[in-house]
């Protein structure tokens, strides 16, 4: 596709619901990243995948936060018992490759997750 | 791991002046720069990148300058216009190792018109 794109882009949910982000990257960009940005602050790195292994999943809160990538394409990432610190815009980003100092990372727009 | 200091972290310029923003990293495996302007509500643009191997890079208003020595690098925008203000982040690239990008906490520049 011409960018990255995120669905939903705003997402209000109730305390302990479940919710699942969606993140489609730019076409051939083997490398994509999960991160949070809470108001006014800046980029948490939550994970990183290369194709569709995580190499690194260091940045992930918590064992509510998961994350699973298709081949290299559609990556999702699912937060379960939400809490409302979980309120935040989450960001996906590709490139088109981690390896040699990496590549310069694409942002979608994110979605802005509210919990109630 | 890789930490990144980005200073300061508000700048107020009047239009027409220039405006500096600096980072610091402390591995010296990083090895590529990027510098990302983020407006109100909106995602995060690459805007200039540089790599370790260059010790300077301009484009048009915007130039980024690395003292790899030193472990720094600095965003220099010239002539600011109001359409400049926004949130600018600066981030440091391990090569060889993980590619997570660390990022700085951001420097929100006003330009008054």
């Known amino acids: 596709g011409a960018g990255v794109s995120q669905s939903p882009s705003n997402k209000v949910t109730e305390k302990g619901k479940d919710v699942e982000l969606r993140c489609d990257p730019i076409?051939?960009?083997?490398?994509l990243y999960w991160y949070r940005q809470r108001l006014g602050q800046g980029l948490e790195f939550l994970i990183y995948?290369?194709?569709?292994?995580?190499?690194?999943k260091s940045g992930l809160p918590s064992d509510r936060f998961s994350a699973e990538r298709t081949g290299e394409s559609v990556s999702t990432l699912t937060i379960q018992r939400t809490q409302q610190e979980d309120s935040a815009v989450y960001l996906c980003?590709?490139?088109?490759?981690?390896?040699?100092?990496?590549?310069?990372?694409?942002f979608g727009d994110g979605t802005r997750l509210s919990i109630l | 791991g890789e930490n990144v200091e980005q200073h300061p972290s508000t700048l107020s310029v009047q239009e027409g002046d220039s405006a500096v923003i600096k980072c610091t990293y402390s591995?010296?495996?990083?090895?590529?720069f990027p510098w990302y302007k983020q407006e109100l509500g909106k995602r995060p643009q690459l805007i200039i990148d540089?790599?370790?191997?260059?010790g300077e890079k301009k484009d048009q208003r915007i130039a980024v300058t690395l003292n790899k020595t030193a472990k720094h690098f600095s965003l220099h925008i010239t002539e600011t216009q109001p359409e400049d203000s926004a949130v600018y982040f600066c981030?440091?690239?391990?090569?060889?190792?993980?590619?997570?990008?660390?990022f700085g906490r951001g420097t929100s520049l006003i330009v008054h018109p």
């Open positions: 981030a440091a690239i391990r090569g060889g190792g993980s590619y997570i990008p660390t």
């Open positions: 076409s051939g960009h083997t490398a």
């Open positions: 995948f290369q194709g569709n292994s995580a190499p690194d």
């Open positions: 540089i790599r370790s191997n260059v």
């Open positions: 591995d010296s495996a990083s090895n590529y």
């Open positions: 980003a590709s490139s088109l490759a981690a390896r040699g100092g990496g590549g310069s990372q694409h």
